[in-house]
């Protein structure tokens, strides 16, 4: 895919997230006010927090794609991010709230009224948002955005807490027992806020420097050292940012090489890693192989890199 038609494509990906959004909160919010039932205000709260967080998604994947500028050498990605961070905290806190209401109605239990109205709801809740996730899978394939990736992992929730909505309503139309609507509310604010931490967890990822993957650092150091001038490489430091990912090194080289041909070497070297790793940035420190200076990887080893 063209590197124009991701921005473009993460940006209608975001307003469908932001629109669907909102049409949800407007019908969960008329059913729940007919029916009172809390494992439908369950669905409310968390179509509330989708609205905040596909606003926030929108605002960080617009921010995200802005490019390099003086103050920001290094782009903008991690605003996606920090996007993805504030919608796990969003939804954290929707969970803590249910789980409380859940357990007064266990012991206060209340009559749940106009269920017909409340599975149609969610039923078509459930269609819509189902339907979501489809577009926001092909998207983050595509661009392999990471906000757009949080947005679609809660969505996907979203779908599960859905049936357990649909089941906990069906569920007390058939036995007439008030209990089935508070236990599957607390269990829907639990599976809430297990995703939000998946989604904090990767997020905080990117955002503390979080290195590439073991798999990615191994392929990077073997594209390396293959090339024939290499002598060894050392102090590989690796980090993602949104799309991109930066990968700096110590290239050790034959101390006799001119600088302009150990130029030419760690071009060649660069060329292969942005070849394996299209979004990659690329930095070379280039020094005579055999001296022994200062290095990070000893740092780490020792347990005393600052």
């Known amino acids: ?17 932001f629109t669907v959004a909102v ?9 729940w006010f007919v029916t009172d039932s809390l494992s439908l205000l ?17 605002l ?6 802005r490019p390099a500028d003086a103050m920001h050498r290094f782009g903008h990605g991690k605003a996606e991010s920090l996007a993805a961070l504030i919608q796990a905290l969003l939804l954290a806190g929707a969970a803590s709230v249910l789980i409380f209401d859940g357990l007064h109605r266990l012991i206060t239990p209340q009559t749940v009224a106009q269920l017909n109205v409340g599975l149609g709801v969610i039923a078509g809740s459930t269609l819509l948002t189902a339907l979501l996730v489809l577009f926001e899978t092909y998207v983050t394939k595509r661009t392999r955005s990471h906000a757009i990736a949080a947005d679609r992992s809660h969505h996907l929730s979203d779908v599960v807490a859905n049936l357990a909505v649909l089941l ?6 058939l036995t007439g027992w008030p ?20 989604i904090a967890r990767s997020a905080a990822d990117t ?3 979080h290195e590439l993957s073991i798999e990615d650092r191994r392929r990077i150091r073997h594209l390396v050292e293959a090339h024939p001038a290499a002598r060894g490489m050392h102090d590989l430091r690796t980090r993602s940012s949104g ?5 700096e090194f110590h290239l050790e080289l034959d101390g006799s090489l001119s600088v302009q041909d150990a130029h030419t070497i760690a071009d060649a070297i660069e060329s292969t890693l942005k070849g394996a790793l299209p979004s990659s940035e690329v930095i070379v420190h280039m020094e005579p192989a055999g001296i022994r200076d200062d290095r990070l990887d000893d740092r780490i080893e020792s347990g005393s890199a600052p």
């Open 1 to 17: 895919m063209k590197a124009t038609t991701e921005p473009r494509l993460r940006r209608w990906c975001s307003y469908a997230s």
């Open 243 to 247: 799309l991109v990912q930066f990968i």
């Open 23 to 31: 049409l949800l909160v407007i019908a969960k919010a008329s059913a």
């Open 60 to 65: 960080g994947v617009h921010y995200a794609a």
């Open 179 to 198: 209990r089935f609507d508070p236990l599957f509310a607390i269990a829907i604010a639990i599976f809430f806020g297990w995703s939000a931490f998946k």
């Open 42 to 58: 369950a669905s409310l709260v968390d179509a509330v927090v989708d609205v905040t967080a596909a606003l926030v998604t929108v």
């Open 207 to 209: 955002l503390l420097d």
């Open 168 to 173: 906990a309503l069906a569920l007390t139309k």
